[in-house]
């Protein structure tokens, strides 16, 4: 079984439009992230999710709204997408918050392509 | 702010031969330092970590890593490269609470 699961792993869409990606932990893991990587394959934090609260936003634009139901899921909700969204983004978990020898789980990853 | 750095894009091995792939942190207290690899078209898989103790780190797949304080290094290696070994190698550091700063990455080439 995956560990962390992203869907979709494609997703193709014009500029303009809304669109959501999902993501599932079956570690029982309390927190959970998401990464955006760019074309440089620079990877960077966007959101981490403990417990379903919000603890970290790391200045992504308002048209990104992360969701949390509960502490298996943290889905991305992109509104308005933008030519500069195109990435590849990840989602992670890992148990304990606060404690920093944790080690963080990805998935596969969602590549995004706005056109 | 804390952060960590890969000096270089690409490092090519021949199969067998030792590799190392370079990584300098700079951080205010006690480093957390991570390394994880990047497979084409896959998600980030864990490696290694130091958080404190033995400098020597070993982790999976045959790598270790080596924390340097005097020279706040953490350089991966392996004695003996594998083609298989072929990836994306990410440097990471996390400097408090819980996301994790990456470095821009390293492309390990092994050649047979």
């Known amino acids: 079984d995956t560990a962390v699961s992203q869907t979709p792993k494609y997703l193709v869409t014009q500029m303009g439009n809304d669109k959501s990606i999902k993501c599932e932990q079956n570690?029982?893991?309390?927190?959970m992230y998401w990464y955006k990587q760019d074309s440089k394959k620079f990877l960077k934090i966007m959101f981490s999710y403990n417990n379903k609260e919000l603890i970290i936003n790391e200045t992504v634009p308002n048209r990104f709204s992360p969701k949390s139901p509960d502490k298996a899921h943290l889905n991305l909700h992109i509104n308005s997408l933008e030519l500069g969204d195109s990435a590849v983004y990840f989602c992670?978990?890992?148990?304990?918050?606060?404690?920093?020898?944790?080690?963080?789980?990805f998935g596969a990853g969602t590549r995004l392509s706005v056109l | 702010a804390q952060s960590v750095a890969q000096p270089e894009d690409q490092v090519n091995v021949a199969e067998g031969n030792p590799l190392t792939v370079k990584c300098t942190y700079s951080v205010s207290g006690n480093p957390y330092l991570f390394w994880y690899v990047q497979y084409p078209n896959r998600g980030l898989q864990f490696l290694l970590k130091y958080i404190t103790g033995d400098n020597l780190v070993k982790g999976s797949y045959g790598f270790e890593a080596e924390f340097n304080k005097s020279q706040t290094s953490f350089h991966l290696k392996k004695p003996s490269a594998l083609v298989s070994d072929s990836a994306l190698y990410f440097c990471?550091?996390?400097?408090?609470?819980?996301?994790?700063?990456f470095g821009a990455g390293t492309i390990l080439r092994v050649k047979s």
């Open positions: 570690l029982g893991h309390d927190t």
């Open positions: 990471a550091v996390r400097p408090g609470g819980n996301k994790l700063v």
């Open positions: 992670a978990s890992s148990q304990g918050m606060g404690h920093r020898g944790n080690i963080q789980y």
